[in-house]
Structure formats: C-alpha cells, structure tokens
C-alpha cells in the first residue's frame, strides 16, 4: 500500500471544508419582498412566511422607513393584542437583520399599534434542528393537525404553536453539498495535475 501522499491530504482536507461549509447554510429572508416592511403589502406577511421554510441562523432583513417605524419581536400575546410597551427585543434602523438563534414560534409586530392592527405583524416557525436530517416519515405515522395560532400553546416557551411543524420537501441542501463535494474534487485534480 502506498504512503499518504501530500495532494491525497489536501484533497480530503478540501472535501471536508467544502461539506461543513455546505451544511452551515443560512439563508437571508426579505421580509415583504420588494415592498419590505409596509402597512400594505402586496401579500400578506404571514401568508410569505407559510410559502419559506425556516431554520436556525437563517436570517430576516426588514426594510423600512427610518424613523417612520420599527420592528418588535414580542410574545404571542402582545402579538394578538399589538401591545407594543413590552417587546423582547426592538429594531429600529430602518434596515434590519434578526437572526433565528433557536427553533420555534417567533413574533414581529410593527411599532405603530395602529399599523400592527391593520396587519402589519408576523409569525414565523422555524424548524427544528432534526429536520435537517431529510428523513423520511414512517408510512404508519399519522398526520398531525395544526391548530390555529389563537388556540395554540407551547408549554416551552409559553408562546407557541403545539402541532409539529411538517419536515421540508426535499430541498437543495444535498444537491449543494454535492456540488461542493464535486467542485472540491475537480479543484484538488486540476491542482495535482500540476504539480
């Protein structure tokens, strides 16, 4: 058997790189697309995110008016009730960036009591971090059912929903990782090719 070579080395040290840089994807979501973080917007907030998928340290990037509003993350009770004097954490630049640090519920309410009451809130589930794996739901499972936000409870955090949220549809995260598997070999080949 032949001794390691030192192109062997890079080639797997770069293999590696390139499949932990491809399964620490994060993704930055526009919040209300191209009309951002508006009273009115071209579709409704919550209706967006039921369209995403969103996991831990993925982002959202609120775009605003400086000065004109702000963004509150607050408990699922000041969302319902648009209290905006007690929120969890207060963005107001004008562009704003939450990162999702956990799975779960999370609640954004517009700073203006009047623009939350005319629907200028949202929900957002992130998934947890198992969903990741793609496994496939046994086929004896059966379906949940998701409760409404109103009626829904998380004994976690004490702001939630209760009914698990479904595993993505088979995304892009392997076929990212093959290319970047892929792209690694062809880079480490045309690299030992001149050496």
Known sequence: MAPP????????????????????DAYKFYVGGGDGWVQNPSENFNHWAERNRFQV?????FKYKNGTDSVLVVSKEDYFSCNTKNPVITLKDGESIFKFGHSGPFYFISGDADRCQKGQRLIVVVLALRHKQHLAPSPQAPTPTAQSPENAGSPESGVGFTAPVPAPAKSSAFGRSVSALSLGVVLVSFFVGFV
């Open 57 to 61: 340290n993925d982002t959202l990037y």
């Open 5 to 24: 070579t030192l192109a062997g080395f890079l080639a797997l040290a770069l293999a590696l790189l390139a499949a932990m840089v491809s399964s620490s």
